[in-house]
C-alpha cells in the first residue's frame, strides 16, 4: 500500500506563501493507477479538496482556490509539492495528501498542522 508523508514549516505569517511537501512511499508517483491530492481540514470544520496532480504531471484546482495554489511534483524524489499564497489566518487547518481515483481517496497521510498567524 502507498504511504504518504507530509512535511513543511508549521507556522506561516500572513501574506505568506505556505509550501509543503508530500513524499511518497511504495508506490510512484507516476503511477496511472491513482492521482496525488492535497486535502485540508480547517480547525472545527470538514475537509476541503484543494487540488490534484496526475501521473503525467496534468494538475487540477479546486474553483475557490485555483487562483492560490500550485501543485507540482519532482519524480527524482518521488514527492509532489503544495504552494498557497497570499495566506491568511482561514488558511491555518490540518493539510493532508492522499491517493485520489476519481472522487474517492484511498491511502491519506498522517496530516501536517499549518497555522498561518504574525
Known amino acids: 500500500q502507498v504511504q504518504l508523508q507530509e512535511s513543511g514549516p508549521g507556522l506561516v505569517k500572513p501574506s505568506q506563501t505556505l509550501s509543503l511537501t508530500c513524499t511518497v512511499s511504495?508506490?510512484?508517483?507516476?503511477?496511472?493507477?491513482?492521482?496525488l491530492s492535497w486535502i485540508r481540514q480547517p480547525p472545527g470544520k470538514g475537509l476541503e479538496w484543494m487540488g490534484v496532480i496526475f501521473y503525467n504531471g496534468n494538475t487540477l484546482y479546486s474553483p475557490s482556490l485555483k487562483s492560490r495554489t500550485s501543485i507540482s511534483r519532482d519524480t527524482s524524489k518521488n514527492q509532489i509539492s503544495l504552494q498557497l499564497s497570499s495566506v491568511t489566518p482561514d488558511d491555518t487547518a490540518v493539510y493532508y495528501c492522499?491517493?485520489?481515483?476519481?472522487?474517492?481517496?484511498?491511502?491519506w497521510g498522517q496530516g501536517t498542522q499549518v497555522t498561518v498567524s504574525s
Open positions: 492522499a491517493t485520489q481515483r476519481s472522487w474517492s481517496f484511498g491511502s
Open positions: 511504495d508506490g510512484s508517483i507516476t503511477s496511472s493507477s491513482y492521482a
